[in-house]
C-alpha cells in the first residue's frame, strides 16, 4: 500500500529538516506542488516531480505557464525555479508524464 510513507501537504512541517538526506517524491504540476519541491529541495538527497500534462491553449499536451496562458491557476513565474534545477540537472526527475492515466 504505502500510505504511511505519503505526508500531504496540509501536513507537512515548517521547515524540510524532517526530510534530511531522503529521496522525496512530489505529485502534482502546480503551483503548491512545484514551491513545495523548492521548500523541500535544500534538505533532500533526491528530489522527484511527478504529474500529468494538461492540454495547451495553442495544441498539445505540456506543462501549463501562467504567463503563457494568463490563467492565474496555471503556474506562476516565482514558482519556475525549481524547474530550472532540472534543466541545470540538479533536480533528479521532473516527469510530466508520470501519472498520465493514474487516477488519483
Known amino acids: 500500500d504505502g500510505v504511511e510513507h505519503v505526508t500531504g501537504y496540509e501536513d507537512l512541517p515548517e521547515t524540510g529538516e524532517s526530510f534530511e538526506g531522503k529521496a522525496v517524491v512530489v505529485l502534482g504540476l502546480g503551483n503548491a506542488a512545484l514551491e513545495t519541491a523548492q ?3 535544500p534538505y533532500t538527497s533526491e ?3 511527478l504529474g500529468r500534462r ?12 501562467a504567463y ?14 525549481i524547474l530550472d534545477t532540472y534543466l541545470l540537472k540538479s533536480l533528479d526527475v521532473f516527469d510530466p508524464d508520470a501519472l498520465a492515466g493514474v487516477r488519483l
Open 47 to 49: 528530489i522527484h516531480v
Open 54 to 65: 494538461r492540454q495547451l491553449p495553442h495544441g498539445g499536451m505540456g506543462v501549463r505557464l
Open 39 to 41: 521548500a523541500l529541495q
Open 68 to 81: 503563457e496562458t494568463h490563467y492565474v491557476g496555471d503556474i506562476r513565474a516565482g514558482r519556475t525555479t
